[in-house]
């Protein structure tokens, strides 16, 4: 059983950053991908970057390529995601997953567990 909680969000203007937080809980060998997504009003839920636990290996969407930088501690059982060069077009409510495929971008499958969310919002 795995357990996801992020923290982090908020308000920024255009230009701004921001850095998520995804803390990790419980015990899941079969887990290897943890990955952000995010869903603006209106909108699907859509990939934004993933990590492979184990190795490091990072996957990103091309519109957060050169901004967005997504690592892990270790220690800590925390993936991060740091964002800079916020535009409005990031304003979305931002989610962790944790999975057993490595860059995975379907969030209806491979995901076995999720976090609540947090909200980020960029103003012009």
């Known amino acids: 059983q795995v357990q996801l909680v992020e923290s982090g969000g908020g308000l920024v203007q255009v230009g701004g950053s921001l850095r998520l937080a995804c803390a990790a809980s419980?015990?899941?060998?079969?887990?290897?991908?943890v990955t952000w997504f995010r869903q603006a009003p209106g909108k699907e839920r859509a990939f934004v970057a993933g990590?492979?636990?184990?190795?490091?290996?990072?996957y990103y969407a091309d519109s957060v390529k050169g901004r967005f930088t997504i690592s892990r501690d270790n220690a800590k059982n925390t993936v991060y995601l740091q964002m800079n060069s916020l535009k409005p077009e990031d304003t979305a409510v931002y989610y962790c997953a944790a999975g057993r495929i490595p860059g995975a971008r379907d969030p209806t499958r491979n995901y076995d567990y999720w976090g609540q969310g947090t909200q980020v919002t960029v103003s012009s």
């Open positions: 990590i492979n636990w184990v190795n490091g290996g990072t």
């Open positions: 419980g015990r899941a060998f079969s887990t290897v991908a």
